[in-house]
Structure formats: C-alpha cells, structure tokens
C-alpha cells in the first residue's frame, strides 16, 4: 500500500470519527504514549538460562516445536530487537529472574543479583525502553512438590523468601538505573491436584512469606511489587494457594499491585469486568494479557471481543494511567517473533478502537436512559475505519502497515533464525 493511499485513507477515516465527535489526532497521540510490557519467555519457550537442565513443571507446559528459538540472550536481545523494530510505539520488556546471564556458573535462585541482569539493564537503557521483572518460583528441585511460598518445610521457605527478597532488589535497581519504575510481579505454582483437607494453613504461610519479603520499603518511583491470582493450573486442578480471593484481600491491605492474567479465571470469565471493581480499592494494577483457550493454555493474543473489552475499560473509565499492561502467552508452533508481533499489535490496536470510541456520548445516552441509542451507536462504531488509523499510525511511527511485517520477520527467519 502506497503512502499517499495510507494518507487519503485516513483522511477519509478521520472525517467520518469527527462526525461522532472523535479527535483521531488526539487518539493517536494518547495511544502512542501507552507502553506495552512485551514477556522474553514467547522467545525461547519459558526456558531461560540458568542451564539447570530442570524440566518446566509446576503447571506450565508450552508445545510446539517450530525451529530457531533464541537459545542464549544475543540471540534473545537480537529477536527482541527486531520484533519492537515492528511494533508502533516505545514498549517495554517483562524479564522473569531465570533469565539472568550467569557465566556459565550455577547460580542458586537465593543468590541472584543485579550484576546477572546487567547487559539487560544497559540493552534497555541504549533502546530506551523500561524493563518489568518477576521472580521465577518454577522449574527448580525445591518447587518439585507444588509449593514454594507456601511450603510447610521452613527451610525450603526461607529459600524462596530469600528469593523473592533479591528479586525486589534486582527490580528495583532496573527502575533506578532506567528511570522507568519496575514492576516486579510475583506468582507461585502452590497448590494440590486433589482435594485438600486443610486449605487454611498454606494461605497462612503464604502470607506471611509474602509480609517477610516485602517488609523492605522502595521507593514507589523505582519498583513496585504485584501479586498474581489463578484459578487452577496442571497439578494443581483442585486446590490454589494464591487464589484470586486471596491476592485481592492481600493486595488490599498491602496496598499492592494487583495482577489480573486473563488465562487465570474461569474459561467463560473475562477481566474487564474486574478492572472497575478493584480500582476503587487499589492505586494501580498489572494486566497480563493472554488467551485462554478452554483452559490456561496462553495462546497468542488476537484482536478477539475480550481483548476489546479490556482495552475499552480501561479507556472509557480513564484507568490507562494507573495501570501496567503486559503481555503473558507463549506458543512454540509458530514463528516466536511473529507470535509477539501478532500478539502486540493486536493489544495496542485494541487500545486505539477503544480511544476512538465517543465516549462522553455513550456515557450522556446511559445517563440520559436512550439504550436504544447506546447499542445503535456501539453497533455502528463496529465497522468505523479503525484499521485506516491504523495504518497511518504505524506509518508514521515508521513501522510497516498492514501485512508488511509479515515479510521482515520471514526474511529475518531466512537470514538468522534458520542458521541457529
């Protein structure tokens, strides 16, 4: 597509939004300021470096095995580059602490440091980009039982707790050093594949391991800590420490950030019905955006009714400012790089049709009583040329519009990817 095409296009589009009273300039501009918190574990399968030759476990599993993923940070760093070179906007990255650059030395989980984290500290410091984190209670000898946080052994425990304490630190200095405050998110595999007879005590011990690691204050500038809820996973079908229930009480009286994954509640459940309601408790939360197919399964995020309803309610109830949105899937049958590309773009054009929705006039339908008109117009703004703001917007990010990504990762596939 030529760019006066492009051009004329959204000329036209522009019009047409103006005429519901839209400024699609104003959109723009707002959309090009929101961050999105790409996951480093799409590139390589969740399997990090730590070279400890652990399986994943702990109710994770990614499948497929589509050749050429990254198996060392160049590798990793290289992908990364190319996928946000794809991507409209200045984005972030979600680092989990298996992923830290260790020389080829076994470094136990209790011992990690900022200096692991170092060159992605200062990749994301040349890119300009911030960089989220989260500890990694998973694949490691001492969470092969189920239980990590919320162990009834007291020295696998303070193994964990020490964990998650350092955790904090590494977190924080990314923030300090980047000037772009963290997010470091904590989410544990506790739970029992049968039914338990005693559901209280582990929550207990949860809570307090969660009250040891973050008795350290930091600077809210730098780090902020969140706490991820989930309804079930594999092996742990019947029973889970860290329910939803539990991180929303405990966020609440910690005033901690609340993690809402969109793989994490029941199958017919969506989040953006829950964003209203724990805002008017909690100063901020993190999203990780995913696609659960039947179960958590993490699909690759696509331009679906849910991702829409994520991105208008966080829109229309003017909560994007206080909230963290990152991205949380992992497929292995596809191209990895396109899976992320995919994935983004699809979350950052939910953004845009939900910015270019007249929202003060669907908010004076409501209060007036006219339904009628609400759904009429609703209705209608579903064929409303988003995708030609669309293509302008990556145009003039200097991004390719449309399908022409699809092309660059292909030729980087031929060149890098197929020599690995």
């Not at 040349?126 to 919320?150: C, E, I, R, V, W």
């Amino acid at each position: 597509m030529s760019n006066s095409s492009i051009t004329n296009r959204y000329q036209l589009a522009r019009e047409q939004y103006a005429e519901l009273g839209v400024d699609v300039d104003k959109a723009i501009a707002i959309l090009s300021q929101i961050p999105v918190s790409l996951h480093c574990w799409q590139g390589d399968d969740v399997g990090g470096f730590e070279r400890t030759g652990e399986a994943l476990g702990n109710g994770l599993a990614v499948t497929g095995n589509y050749p050429g993923k990254a198996t060392n940070p160049e590798q990793l760093r290289s992908d990364l580059d190319k996928v946000t070179s794809l991507l409209p906007g200045k984005h972030r990255l979600n680092l989990h602490a298996c992923y830290g650059e260790f020389g080829g030395k076994k470094v136990d989980r209790d011992a990690v440091g900022v200096e692991h984290f170092q060159n992605w500290i200062d990749w994301a410091k040349q890119k300009g980009m911030g960089l989220d984190f989260n500890p990694t209670y998973f694949a490691h000898p001492l969470s092969d039982d189920g239980f990590t946080l919320s162990h009834k052994d007291d020295a696998v425990r303070k193994f964990w707790i020490e964990h998650g304490k350092r955790c904090r630190e590494i977190g924080a200095s990314m923030g300090s050093q980047l000037g772009s405050t963290t997010v470091t998110n904590f989410w544990i595999p506790d739970g029992y594949k049968d039914l338990p007879a005693d559901r209280k005590a582990p929550r207990e011990r949860l809570t307090a391991s969660l009250d040891e690691i973050f008795t350290k204050q930091i600077d809210p500038a730098v780090h902020l800590d969140a706490v991820e809820c989930k309804l079930f996973g594999i092996g742990s079908e019947s029973y889970v420490v860290g329910s939803h229930e539990f991180y929303l009480g405990y966020a609440v009286t910690r005033q901690k950030v609340l993690c809402l994954d969109a793989g994490h509640f029941h199958p017919t459940e969506g989040i953006a019905d829950k964003i209203s309601s724990v805002m008017q408790w909690l100063p901020r939360i993190l999203l990780h955006v995913s696609r659960g197919v039947r179960w958590d399964s993490d699909h690759v995020v696509i331009l679906n009714d849910d991702l829409n309803q994520i991105a208008q309610e966080l829109v229309r109830g003017e909560f994007v400012g206080r909230t963290h949105i990152g991205l949380d899937f992992f497929d292995a049958s596809i191209n990895r790089i396109a899976a992320w590309v995919i994935g983004t773009r699809a979350m950052i054009k939910a953004l845009l049709i939900a910015l270019l929705e007249p929202t003060d006039k669907l908010r004076q339908m409501e209060n007036e009583g006219d339904f009628t008109g609400r759904l009429a117009l609703l209705e209608e703004l579903k064929t409303m040329p988003f995708g030609a703001v669309w293509d302008y917007h990556c145009e003039k990010m200097g991004v390719p519009a449309g399908l022409a990504w699809l092309e660059e990762v292909r030729s980087y596939e031929r060149d890098v990817i197929s020599k690995r």
